[in-house]
Structure formats: C-alpha cells, structure tokens
C-alpha cells in the first residue's frame, strides 16, 4: 500500500485520537449531535412547562390531521375534513418534531414520542445536549453556553414558527405575529430551580 493511501485511511483515526486527549471525550457525528428524543426527556426536570405545553394547540397538532378532528379548520384551507392526513408528507413536517431531520418524526409507529410541535421544535434538538455532562440531573450546575455549543437554540425567536406559520403556507390561519403568539401557543416560562 502506497504511503499518501494509507495515510488518507488513518487520519480520521489519528483526528479521533487527539480529540480523545485533549477535549475527553469522542468527536459526534452531526446525526449523533442531533438526534431528537422527544418531550418526555424534557419532562424529566421540567415538568412545569410539559404540563403547560401539553395542554397548548402545539402539543396536540398531530391530532388535527386525524379524520373528523379540526373539520372546519380543513374546510376552510379546501381540505376534506373526514380523509387521514396523519401520513401525508405535506402535512406532518408542520405537525410533528423533526420531520425530515436525523432522529426527527417519520411515522406514528417508528417515532411515537415525536408526534405533535414539541419542545425541541423550538429549543434544538436534544440528543447531545441531554448527554452526561451537560443538562442532567447529576450536572444541575450546567452553562446555557455549554449546551448552545452542542445543539441547544439559544433564543427562540420568529424563524423556529415561520417555518409553518408563514404566508407561503396555505394552511396556516392568517397574518402570523410572533411578539404575541409566542406565549400564547408555546408553554407557561418558570423560573428554574439552579442558575445556568
């Protein structure tokens, strides 16, 4: 085997292996990195505002699509109210966490914990963010910054819900004001327990 070749085949080994000794742990991949696991994980330590969110029109959008659920809402975008839009590609990207990202929403059966706008919809997703280390139970002193630096969305802001609310969507009810929608539609914000 020719030298340059092997060196292309074990830099990624050599890469890895620096990454072990000076930062502790393993390089993710971005699919790793990304990875949703569903609002029940956020449950864990905040509670609070699962409650608060799982009562919102947000926690229970996979519903609407059902046959005879939100008859009048279909009716007005042209839709047929009594069909089952819990499988149509055009629908669940707007009504699921995820859709179409690694580890998102794919189907009810696959990804049951990712039905309905959850929480990493608008906080990131969370596969790296809840790993030892970073938010956990056994990390209550963790860093906002620390978390952001691994997936975590700093700030929510219009471009997390323009993505559906927006006037190219058919289907999304009227002008869309996120200064005060997103109250109204997201959950109750309670003062956390440890400083971040």
């Not at 149509?88 to 009504?95: I, L, Q, R, S, T």
């Not at 219009?158 to 109204?184: I, L, M, R, V, W």
Request: charged share 20%; net charge negative.
């Amino acid at each position: 085997m020719r030298v340059s070749k092997w060196f292309a085949m074990m830099l990624p080994l050599v890469a890895l292996t620096f990454s072990v000794l000076l930062l502790g742990a393993p390089v993710t991949s971005a699919e790793e990195t990304h990875a949703f696991v569903g609002s029940k994980n956020c449950k864990k330590c905040h509670l609070k505002e699962f409650k608060s969110w799982e009562a919102t029109k947000m926690a229970k959008a996979f519903e609407s699509l059902k046959p005879g659920v939100a008859a009048e809402a279909k009716h007005a975008a042209g839709l047929d109210p009594q069909k089952d839009y819990t499988a149509d590609a055009e629908c669940v990207g707007c009504h699921t966490t995820g859709h179409g990202q690694p580890g998102g929403f794919v189907s009810v059966a696959e990804t049951p914990d990712l039905v309905g706008v959850g929480c990493e919809e608008c906080h990131g997703a969370g596969g790296t963010y809840l790993q030892d280390g970073y938010m956990t139970l056994q990390n209550k002193e963790y860093k906002k910054a620390e978390l952001v630096a691994v997936g975590m969305v700093a700030e929510v802001t219009a471009a997390q819900c323009t993505k559906c609310h927006s006037a190219d969507n058919p289907f999304s009810p009227g002008e869309f004001d996120f200064a005060a929608s997103k109250d109204k539609g997201t959950h109750e914000i309670f003062p956390l327990k440890y400083p971040h």
